[in-house]
């Protein structure tokens, strides 16, 4: 099974978005949206490890 590593379109423009947005960021905001970035990509682990062994 091959895992694509290439974005769609439409995650190519939410990615976009969301680097306009992150530079109008000052260094805090920066650094409290990469903690809620990290602890998002935490919970999405979780999600994964809990659906697979659910399997």
Known sequence: MEIPNQLTME???KLRVFK???????????????IELFRQMMVKDNLYKHLLKNI
Not at 20 to 34: P, T, Y
């Open 11 to 13: 995650q190519e423009f």
């Open 20 to 34: 306009e947005q992150v530079k109008n960021l000052n260094q805090n905001q920066a650094q409290e949206c990469l």
